[in-house]
């Protein structure tokens, strides 16, 4: 079992920063690729980025690739989402999710493929 709490999330002008991050129980930590996905209202949950259980390989989508970055600490049982250049589109709530890579049939899956979620964080970017 796999317990994940995301944190950072807030009200933020367009242009801004911020960092969130998503704490992991259990001693396996380094076992689980790592997700973030976010969910507007009224909208399908969205893929945002992965990162590989080393942490070497990363995954992002076309609309945030160069604006957001994914990493981890297997130290630490975290993994962070960096988010740069944000826009009023960003706006939503954002999960992180832990998926064994054996799971499907790419190591970052789709969203279906996780098994484990936080609660979510919102974040809110005003223009």
């Known amino acids: 079992q796999v317990q994940l709490v995301e944190s950072g999330g807030g009200l933020v002008q367009a242009g801004g920063s911020l960092r969130l991050s998503c704490a992991a129980s259990?001693?396996?930590?380094?076992?689980?690729?790592m997700g973030w996905f976010r969910q507007a209202p009224g909208k399908e949950r969205e893929f945002v980025a992965a990162?590989?259980?080393?942490?070497?390989?990363?995954y992002y989508p076309d609309s945030v690739k160069g604006r957001f970055t994914i990493s981890r600490d297997n130290a630490k049982n975290t993994a962070y989402l960096q988010m740069n250049s944000l826009k009023p589109e960003d706006t939503a709530v954002y999960l992180c999710?832990?998926?064994?890579?054996?799971?499907?049939?790419?190591?970052?899956?789709?969203?279906?493929?996780?098994?484990?979620w936080g609660q979510g964080t919102q974040v809110t970017v005003s223009s």
């Open positions: 990162v590989s259980g080393s942490g070497g390989s990363t």
């Open positions: 259990g001693p396996t930590f380094s076992i689980y690729a």
């Open positions: 999710a832990a998926k064994r890579a054996s799971v499907g049939s790419t190591w970052y899956g789709p969203w279906y493929e996780y098994g484990y």
